[in-house]
């Protein structure tokens, strides 16, 4: 069974500090990997994906992807408290998945002012 | 980041009675969408993967008679909730594939309370 897993939290920062999300996967093969937000009482928003290894910047946000040790991060710089939310980790896995993407339990980040 | 809207944004029916969900592709083509549960405090749950033109694909323990998908254009799914009881209630989530790469946006959703 293809899994991923995330730490719970909650994860308390301060703002202005440094957040860091992590995720791991069961499936090796796997090639796509998708941070998502999520507010409460509302849908995933799609923040960055990543399907190479290595870092992937994109504003306040960095994706770093290990595929050898089926690790997968994302970190947020100068945090807000609008950042509070539940990060989900997504994840393509390999044969033929129809694209469907497995989802961590997400991770609830809080930022404190 | 593209778009994808959801109609309603919110419903409420008696037991017994059916409600259609409209998943939409505004700005892209989708040749897959996926509809989600997601009860309070819980994660996301795949109900089943929909795909143009052909038969939903239901994850296990999902009822298709009573979870009607229909996908018939690359913009728009339907999802039908038959029959629903007050333990269908929920949030319910589309999301839709752009065909051109592997990214996934996801509707605004839909919350369903069944009386």
């Known amino acids: 069974q293809k899994e991923v897993e995330q730490n719970s939290g909650p994860l308390s920062v301060p703002e202005g500090a440094i957040a860091s999300l992590n995720c791991t996967y069961s499936?090796?093969?796997?090639?796509?990997f998708f941070w998502y937000r999520q507010y409460s009482g509302k849908s995933p928003e799609l923040i960055m994906f990543?399907?190479?290894?290595g870092d992937k910047e994109d504003g306040r946000f960095t994706a770093q992807l290990n595929k050898a040790s089926q690790y997968v991060s994302l970190l947020i710089r100068d945090s807000q408290p609008s950042d509070s939310a539940t990060y989900l980790c997504?994840?393509?896995?390999?044969?033929?998945?129809?694209?469907?993407?497995?989802f961590g339990k997400g991770t609830l980040l809080t930022v404190n002012p | 980041g593209a778009v994808v809207s959801q109609h309603p944004s919110w419903v409420i029916c008696k037991s017994g009675t059916s409600v259609k969900i409209e998943c939409r592709s505004l700005?892209?083509?989708?040749?897959?969408m996926f509809w989600y549960r997601q009860f309070p405090k819980q994660s996301l749950m795949l109900m089943a993967t929909?795909?143009?033109?052909?038969?939903?694909?239901?994850e296990q323990g999902v009822e298709k008679d009573k979870f009607l998908i229909n996908h018939a254009s690359l913009t728009l799914s339907t999802l039908t909730v038959t029959s629903a009881h007050p333990e269908d209630s929920s949030f319910y989530i589309c999301?839709?594939?752009?065909?051109?790469?592997?990214?996934?946006?996801f509707g605004p959703g839909t919350r369903l309370t069944v009386l």
């Open positions: 499936d090796r093969g796997s090639q796509s």
């Open positions: 999301s839709a594939r752009d065909y051109r790469n592997n990214e996934q946006f």
């Open positions: 929909s795909n143009e033109g052909s038969k939903a694909t239901y």
């Open positions: 700005d892209f083509q989708a040749t897959t």
């Open positions: 997504a994840v393509i896995g390999s044969g033929g998945s129809n694209y469907k993407l497995t």
């Open positions: 990543i399907y190479s290894n």
